[in-house]
């Protein structure tokens, strides 16, 4: 499985990005599709995720403020995130999950900087 993001950038604190993600390859149904963040000196975390019948799970820190959604026809997953603070500034991964096997696929990040 393949993943390709986009859509990272800098923008000023109460601004608004949207990622994108595509997956290609060995697509099943059956899985979940969602966003983790790493920032300096800070393990991974996750941001939010989404299976594929449309459960969504989303960090605290994010709650009513990013948005995650899915195509699945075209197997992508996009993170709408709204007011933006410093402390979003991270590089945002991409991850694909089978569910039965609990494989796991990695993009190769996209920075996403929050200036204040």
């Known amino acids: 499985v393949r993943l390709v993001e986009s859509g990272g950038g800098l923008v000023q604190a109460g601004g608004s990005l949207t990622l994108s993600c595509a997956a290609s390859?060995?697509?099943?149904?059956?899985?979940?599709m969602g966003w983790y963040r790493q920032a300096p000196g800070k393990q991974r975390e996750l941001v939010a995720a989404?299976?594929?019948?449309?459960?969504?799970n989303y960090a605290d820190s994010v709650k009513g403020r990013f948005a995650i959604s899915r195509d699945n026809a075209k197997n992508t997953v996009f993170l709408q995130m709204n007011s933006l603070k410093p402390e979003d500034t991270a590089v945002y991964y991409c991850?694909?999950?089978?569910?039965?096997?609990?494989?796991?696929?990695w993009g190769q990040g996209t920075q996403v900087t929050v200036s204040s």
């Open positions: 991850n694909y999950r089978r569910q039965v096997s609990g494989d796991d696929y």
């Open positions: 989404m299976t594929s019948g449309s459960m969504t």
């Open positions: 390859g060995a697509i099943f149904s059956g899985n979940v």
